[in-house]
């Protein structure tokens, strides 16, 4: 079944993101939190259900005497979105579902070229996997798409482009992706789009109110949630911590780990054989995060002054094991956490690496399109 735009009412949003936040909940409990009488909850289900948005779970018999509670939750079937992300060399291609299910994640080397090329690129790619994973017919929000630098337009159409990425800076983005995939486009700073991605699939969402998500890929910059917002600033450039590591100086980027192993003869072109080259510069790569964690850690403790976030997290396309090293650093590091000193339930605030690994971009770029459906004005 094919279902029609989406035109939701703030009722409709509020009783979503309840669902969102806090899992599946009978209509009663949701009653309760919403503060809205059973009737009306009724009503609101009933329309949600109706767009496929949200379903009943399996009864589940309550202790004693009455009805057994019929839990609701988001449904899978609510439709899907594309997300798409850049790193060098390697094109991440994301699926997820209305609930936040990953339905794909594909990384493939991609040569770099001009935008034109690159969404004409991509139209394949998204009819090969919606044909791929029976799509077609579904509700489909539209795609997402990590860009690598801060806007320069306030209506995110033109955006400063990193520079190994050539005739992408102040290009009309959004018009030259909406004219090839003829899709609603949505397009948001790289690391801002990790935020979102770590708060919806990686275990922050319900359990902190403000999360920071520094990430580590063509530059450096760090993504800001709060509430279930993404932080933007003014003109939308907030987070961009790349302004205090200037491009002409070592940096603590991905990009800057490749050149570093490069001038130490390492022959190491693009992530793409990354893991097979680096073998036998351990001590190359011990010297970048001793040298990264004195780099970062004047930001992060800005940053905890600033915001106090409940959750800082590290994300980048580099191996697992290089970014727990850098983790490990940082926390050996005078990290200044406040006087906040009491632990939490969940022990002593620490700086953590990423469940998602280097798809966080990609996932969170998917994630937009379904975050804006949901979100109230």
Not at 90 to 110: F, K, P, R
Not at 136 to 165: E, H, K, M, T
Not at 307 to 317: C, D, F, N, Q, V
Request: a neutral charge; glycine letters at 12%.
């Amino acid at each position: 079944m094919k279902y029609p735009s989406l035109a939701l009412l703030d009722e409709e949003k509020r009783l979503l993101w309840q669902l969102r936040t806090h899992g599946a909940q009978p209509r009663s409990t949701l009653a309760a939190a919403l503060q809205i009488s059973n009737s009306a909850t009724t009503r609101l289900t009933k329309s949600l259900i109706g767009q496929g948005l949200i379903e009943e779970m399996t009864s589940e018999a309550l202790p004693g005497r009455g009805r057994p509670t019929v839990p609701l939750r988001i449904s899978s079937a609510g439709g899907y979105a594309f997300g798409l992300a850049l790193y060098a060399g390697i094109l991440e291609i994301a699926v997820v579902d209305y609930a936040g299910g990953v339905i794909a994640l594909n990384s493939e080397t991609i040569e770099l070229t001009d935008p034109a090329g690159f969404a004409r690129h991509v139209d394949r790619r998204i009819h090969d996997l919606t044909l791929e994973h029976r799509l077609l017919g579904r509700r489909l929000y539209g795609v997402g798409f990590s860009a690598p630098g801060p806007a320069l337009s306030r209506d995110g159409n033109r955006w400063s482009i990193v520079r190994n990425l050539p005739g992408w800076k102040n290009a009309p983005l959004r018009e030259i992706f909406e004219e090839s995939l003829q899709l609603p486009i949505w397009i948001e700073n790289d690391a801002t789009a990790a935020a979102l991605a770590e708060y919806y699939l990686g275990g922050l969402i319900g359990r902190c109110t403000t999360a920071i998500v520094i990430l580590l890929g063509h530059g450096v910059g760090a993504g800001i949630i709060h509430e279930g917002r993404l932080m933007r600033g003014e003109a939308g450039g907030a987070g961009e911590i790349g302004m205090f590591y200037p491009g002409d100086r070592p940096r603590p980027t991905t990009l800057d780990l490749i050149a570093t192993l490069r001038a130490a003869g390492c022959d190491v072109a693009s992530l793409a054989n990354f893991a097979k080259a680096i073998a036998g510069y351990e001590a190359v790569i011990d010297r970048w995060l001793d040298r990264a964690a004195d780099q970062l850690v004047a930001t992060i403790n800005s940053a905890i002054a600033w915001l106090e976030p409940g959750a800082i997290r590290l994300m980048s396309p580099l191996p697992a094991t290089i970014m727990q090293g850098l983790a490990e650093r940082l926390n050996r590091r005078n990290i200044i956490w406040g006087d906040h000193s009491i632990e939490s339930d969940a022990g002593p605030r620490t700086v953590t690496i990423s469940p998602l690994g280097g798809a966080g971009a990609a996932l969170g770029a998917a994630l937009l399109p379904i975050h804006a459906a949901i979100m109230r004005s």
